[in-house]
T-cell receptor, first 113, second 109 residues
Framework: ETGVTQSPTHLIKTRGQQVTLRCSSQ?????VSWYQQALGQGPQFIFQ???????GRGNFPPRFSGLQFPNYSSELNVNALELDDSALYLC????????????FGEGSRLTVL | KNEVEQSPQNLTAQEGEFITINCSYS?????LHWLQQHPGGGIVSLFM???GKKKHGRLIATINIQEKHSSLHITASHPRDSAVYIC???????????FGTGTRLTIIP
């Protein structure tokens, strides 16, 4: 157990809808990163939050947005869902930003129909 | 072109064999993560290293900064080691983590 929990574990949405995924980071970790992993591929970096501020972003459109709360839990929001958004969404927390050890959650598997 | 390249893509071995998975990375990557992903998706961090060698149980990770190459070794492999192993590069000052495509390891009893 990494101490990082994600919810929901599975969900199904239709095209055009919006989704919010949640991540509770390990206690004491102030940095959360989100990744998208399509079936059969490696994870792709979406963005990172450090102390409630976005601290780096990958090549994802603005309809992917996030938040980090004062307790360092985090949300990933995706608007106007597309079929290609179907993937496993992983969050990882770390003690601080920079190349420290990462603790991953089990992921949220999103299916867009 | 991915900044992190892994080989082999697939590896099948008999229980007890010594396993090596390789990872090459480009300029600008200053630390390497080795990760293990089981079916169902959960990822476990095995090592994070920026120089030298680390060992944890039957797992050993090495990195050669000059050659920009890292290896993950598994000694006395066991069927429970079957998983996808992923290396990922990190840049200090740039929080983006770049992942390799993964190596699917299958250990046959």
């Amino acid at each position: 157990e990494t101490g990082v929990t994600q919810s929901p574990t599975h969900l199904i949405k239709t095209r055009g809808q919006q989704v919010t995924l949640r991540c509770s980071s390990q206690s004491g970790h102030n940095t959360v990163s989100w990744y998208q992993q399509a079936l059969g591929q490696g994870p792709q970096f979406i963005f990172q939050y450090y102390r409630e501020e976005e601290n780096g972003r990958g090549n994802f459109p603005p309809r992917f947005s996030g938040l980090q709360f004062p307790n360092y839990s985090s949300e990933l929001n995706v608007n106007a869902l597309e079929l290609d958004d179907s993937a496993l969404y992983l969050c990882a927390s770390s003690l601080s930003r920079g190349a420290g050890e990462l603790f991953f959650g089990e992921g949220s598997r999103l299916t867009v129909l | 072109k991915n900044e992190v390249e892994q080989s082999p893509q697939n590896l099948t071995a008999q229980e007890g064999e010594f396993i090596t998975i390789n990872c090459s990375y480009s300029v600008g990557i200053s630390a390497l993560h080795w990760l293990q992903q089981h079916p169902g998706g959960g990822i476990v961090s095995l090592f994070m290293l920026s120089s030298g060698k680390k060992k944890h149980g039957r797992l050993i990770a090495t990195i050669n900064i000059q050659e920009k190459h890292s290896s993950l070794h598994i000694t006395a492999s066991h069927p429970r080691d079957s998983a996808v192993y992923i290396c990922a590069g990190a840049n200090f000052g740039n929080e983006k983590l770049t992942f390799g495509t993964g190596t699917r390891l299958t250990i046959i009893p």
